[in-house]
């Protein structure tokens, strides 16, 4: 499946009148990370799948444009371990997709997912609002294990889909099961490919740790296991990964987390900046609008801006994200986004008005020594447990 075009989801909430004459370009996607399916525990993983549909049919329906399994989806790669993940998916009205990890290569190939996923839900190009959602195999030229190699095809397609994008003014987004500073060869240039094709976020499993990567030019970002968590004690959860107009925002959600739930995501918190100059992700002094999304809150919620010790009600707008206004001067600034009992903050860079960022060349681009650490609001811990080649010990 190409370049099928779908407008994105829109919450129902009745909508109120947009600022400004310019509609946002935006996506938001639920990343389940690696499930590992398999009988040997009880079918553990995929009764936390079922539970994570649920929520999903539950409070975010309607506001997703889709959600993404980053492969190791059947830890041996067998028949009846893709069947239990198809049967818990069964109950999603959105849309859903696929990549294989090493644990899907188990067998030696892909005939058994191939033949269990149907093609619509592991495509190799999805256009969604604006955004060319690029999906990669890096097991299928490898020897088995973590020998992660991209095929001549992918590596040909890589070209052809960036090209595409920026022919159609789309944001390029890439989906992959591991970083590029995994792969066995050619990391480096793929990693570089992204960066010259303007790939704003690059979504992969594999860590089986919570992690964001930001390189400069690309931010990369990992969620942690579904099936082997080896972080914050087991606890089960997945994340959201929005972009608008072309500012990245990610968040990981436990399955345990009271709702509502608040993520900024505009403009750029400044450990995800990837382009100093954009005004969208690094904004000049004066008025700066801040845009959140509130998600499985009651119709009537209080959504409150907070600054410095000063705070402001929210409005919605007619595509469903929340909206306030600030007077930022140039500095950094720690702001708040609060409903009810959620919240959520971020650290925006305001670029004086003569001010020049600076900008050195890419150095070891996609690779694990550029993760931002530790980040608490996010549920990042910054400790790296996992069987990926920058983990500690598993």
Avoid at 93 to 112: I, N, Q
Avoid at 210 to 230: C, H, K, P
Avoid at 330 to 345: E, K, M, P, Y
Wanted: hydrophobic residues 40%.
């Amino acid at each position: 499946m190409r370049d099928r075009e779908r407008p994105a989801q829109t919450p129902t909430t009745p909508p109120t009148p947009p600022p400004g004459d310019r509609a946002p370009r935006a996506i938001s996607w639920v990343h389940v990370g690696d499930l590992h399916l398999e009988d040997a525990d009880g079918w553990r993983s995929r009764d936390d799948l079922c539970a994570i549909v649920d929520q999903i049919e539950q409070r975010l329906a309607g506001a997703i444009d889709f959600l993404f399994l980053p492969g190791d989806n059947a830890n041996h790669g067998t028949p009846d371990q893709y069947d239990a993940m198809t049967r818990a998916l069964a109950p999603l009205s959105m849309p859903w997709f696929a990549v294989p990890g090493d644990h899907d290569f188990e067998p030696g190939d892909l005939s058994a997912y191939d033949a269990a996923i149907a093609p619509e839900h592991r495509p190799e190009c999805v256009v969604v609002a604006g955004h060319r959602c690029i999906f990669l195999d890096i097991v299928s030229a490898g020897a088995g294990g973590p020998d992660f190699r991209l095929t001549m095809h992918d590596r040909n397609r890589i070209a052809e889909e960036l090209a595409c994008a920026a022919a159609e003014a789309q944001t390029p987004l890439v989906f992959m099961h591991a970083y590029p500073g995994d792969l066995a060869a050619d990391g480096d240039a793929v990693a570089r490919a992204f960066i010259d094709g303007g790939v704003a976020f690059v979504d992969t499993g594999h860590t089986h740790y919570n992690e964001l990567l930001n390189d400069g030019r690309v931010v990369y970002g990992a969620t942690r296991s579904t099936g082997q968590i080896e972080e914050d004690d087991g606890r089960v959860g997945f994340a959201i990964v929005s972009v608008y107009d072309g500012v990245p925002s990610w968040r990981f959600r436990r399955l345990d987390a009271p709702w509502p739930r608040v993520q900024i995501v505009a403009p750029c918190d400044r450990r995800l900046v990837t382009r100093p100059a954009d005004p969208a992700q690094v904004p000049r002094p004066g008025r700066v609008t801040i845009v959140a999304r509130v998600d499985g809150a009651d119709a009537d919620a209080c959504v409150t801006l907070d600054h410095a010790g000063n705070s402001c009600a929210m409005t919605r707008d007619h595509d469903g994200w929340w909206r306030g206004d600030l007077s930022l001067a140039a500095g950094l600034h720690a702001v708040t986004v609060t409903c009810a009992q959620s919240r959520d903050t971020i650290d925006i860079l305001v670029r004086g008005a003569d001010s020049i960022p600076k900008r050195g060349l890419p150095v070891a681009p996609g690779q694990a020594c550029h993760a931002i650490g530790a980040w608490p609001a996010a549920c990042i811990d910054g400790a790296q447990l996992g069987p990926n080649r920058n983990g500690q010990k598993w």
